[in-house]
């Protein structure tokens, strides 16, 4: 069975960094694609980051483009995101996600199969 445990939130002045790590067990890790999404207090969950099964190609979403890199070591099965420059609109719980086997690296929270708990990440002054 698919385990994912999140960790590394917390809280952050407006300009800082967080890094996000996101460990994963019971499944062919290295084999499927990746994600990082987030969801803020009323709103819908969103997608932030994704990553292929290899590392060699990534997407992102326009407000975090530049600041945030998604990354995997497929050895460990750890899926981490740097958060840079981070933001009050940033705040949300950060939920890492599996995707479904054989679905091509996607920004649809319907085509992952697995997720985290999520993380709570605060960013506030």
């Known amino acids: 069975q698919v385990q994912l445990e999140e960790s590394g939130g917390g809280l952050v002045h407006p300009g800082g960094s967080l890094k996000l790590s996101c460990s994963a067990s019971g499944g062919t890790f290295k084999l499927d694609d990746m994600a990082w999404f987030r969801q803020a207090p009323g709103k819908e969950r969103e997608f932030v980051a994704g990553?292929?099964?290899?590392?060699?190609?990534?997407i992102y979403a326009d407000s975090v483009k530049g600041r945030f890199t998604i990354s995997r070591d497929n050895d460990k099965n750890i899926l981490s995101i740097q958060m840079n420059n981070l933001k009050p609109e940033d705040t949300a719980v950060y939920y890492c996600?599996?995707?479904?086997?054989?679905?091509?690296?996607?920004?649809?929270?319907?085509?992952?199969?697995?997720w985290g708990q999520g993380t709570q990440v605060t960013v506030s002054s």
């Open positions: 996600a599996w995707s479904r086997p054989g679905v091509q690296l996607t920004t649809l929270a319907g085509d992952y199969a697995h």
């Open positions: 990553i292929n099964w290899t590392g060699a190609k990534t």
